[in-house]
């Protein structure tokens, strides 16, 4: 009886076993099947502030991206951005690090509105429910009276 037990254990253990790589299999298959369609690059400056934006288009919709905030007088904000477009609007999370503290990262959500090459980054009203933080349903975002207008720049690859 305690051999059928052992035995049934190990089977049980190979079968999870299998199971896992076919996961890590088909997750490295579905990066690779990602196709980038475009990658473009803007830049956003407003008195002393600069932000530096690039964006990669998948051929499934998925945005994603890098943004550097320099903003005056606080500390660097550095991260990356991953969205999707919802008709000419980019809504995105942008999950960062601010200044040398590489332990603590922070995460806000983002609006774009795209009007030809520009791209205009939205006021909203955020709340936060269950520590995650998001834009209020049923609360417009104000495109119009906004600090930072994205202009589309050549994208130059770091060294």
């Given at each position: 009886m305690k051999n059928l037990g052992l035995f049934c254990l190990l089977l049980t253990c190979i079968g999870l076993g299998s199971c896992?790589?076919?996961q890590s299999e088909k997750i490295i298959e579905a990066k690779e099947a990602k196709e980038l369609v475009s990658e473009q690059c803007y830049k956003a400056v407003y008195?002393?502030?600069?932000l530096d934006l690039k964006i990669n288009t998948f051929k499934d919709g998925e945005i994603t991206g890098d943004m550097v905030m320099a903003i005056a007088n606080m500390p660097k904000k550095v991260g990356e951005i991953?969205?999707?477009f919802?008709?000419?609007t980019l809504f995105a999370?942008?999950?960062?690090i601010q200044g040398t503290d590489k332990e603590k990262t922070f995460k806000n959500p983002m609006a774009f509105l795209?009007?030809?090459n520009e791209l205009i980054l939205g006021n909203g009203q955020i709340q936060i429910t269950l520590g995650a933080s998001h834009f209020v349903k049923g609360e417009p975002i104000d495109f119009e009276r906004v600090k930072y207008k994205f202009s589309e720049v050549d994208c130059v690859e770091k060294q």
């Open positions: 896992k790589n076919n008195e002393k502030d600069t991953v969205g999707e919802k008709g000419d999370s942008y999950t960062f795209k009007r030809g």
